[in-house]
T-cell receptor
Framework: DTGVSQDPRHKITKRGQNVTFRCDPI?????LYWYRQTLGQGPEFLTY????????KSRLLSDRFSAERPKGSFSTLEIQRTEQGDSAMYLC??????????????FGPGTRLTVT | DQQVKQNSPSLSVQEGRISILNCDYT??????FLWYKKYPAEGPTFLIS?????DKNEDGRFTVFLNKSAKHLSLHIVPSQPGDSAVYFC??????????FGQGTRLTINP
């Protein structure tokens, strides 16, 4: 399977703990995006990378959130000192941004985070 | 500030009939629009897209229409099948940028 993969699929953690999620994009894609989705809402943008450079961060991304894409391949999203409001589905997407290429982003299955 | 709106939270359609899902947007900078389908516990799956220079794009049973003057787009599914039951999201982007999503419409196809 050459789609976007995310790990873990589910994470239950206690308030105050740190969690880290991983995303492996489609191999030839140079852009990687993180979104968050809560119940009844559409996905909301968090941040994105072009290769290893983080180009934009949403104001939703508080100081407790950090994302990396060290070698321009996989990415990690870390949440420090989790709060109950962080409970959500965290989605990763990737795309190939090049002249003349389509703009479609392809999503992974998501990581469901529950903070108790 | 909801820049992309799907005003119908749910839609129920008879199998074999046409499903029409609607989406409105406010940002004139959006120049590319996409529809995604989402099943529970899965990520969104890309369905079809349209550039702002077009007013229609068709792919099999799916057709997307764009009315730029009204800032409105719609997704038509003909004929509707039970497997089409899912949540559908409209998304838009201003050039090579992040996607802005609507709230979604839950489509139920009744046999």
């Amino acid at each position: 399977d050459t789609g976007v993969s995310q790990d873990p699929r589910h994470k239950i953690t206690k308030r105050g703990q740190n969690v880290t999620f991983r995303c492996d994009p489609i191999s030839e894609h140079n852009r990687l995006y993180w979104y968050r989705q809560t119940l009844g809402q559409g996905p909301e943008f968090l941040t994105y990378f072009q290769n290893e450079a983080q180009l934009e961060k949403s104001r939703l991304l508080s100081d407790r959130f950090s994302a990396e894409r060290p070698k321009g391949s996989f990415s990690t999203l870390e949440i420090q000192r989790t709060e109950q409001g962080d409970s959500a589905m965290y989605l990763c997407a990737s795309s190939l941004e090049a002249s003349g290429s389509p703009y479609e982003q392809y999503f992974g299955p998501g990581t469901r985070l529950t903070v108790t | 500030d909801q820049q992309v709106k799907q005003n119908s939270p749910s839609l129920s359609v008879q199998e074999g009939r046409i499903s029409i899902l609607n989406c409105d947007y406010t940002n004139s900078m959006f120049d590319y629009f996409l529809w995604y389908k989402k099943y529970p516990a899965e990520g969104p799956t890309f369905l079809i897209s349209i550039s702002s220079i077009k007013d229609k794009n068709e792919d099999g049973r799916f057709t997307v229409f764009l009315n730029k003057s009204a800032k409105h787009l719609s997704l038509h599914i003909v004929p509707s099948q039970p497997g089409d039951s899912a949540v559908y999201f409209c998304a838009a982007r201003p050039g090579a940028q992040k996607l802005v999503f609507g709230q979604g419409t839950r489509l139920t196809i009744n046999p």
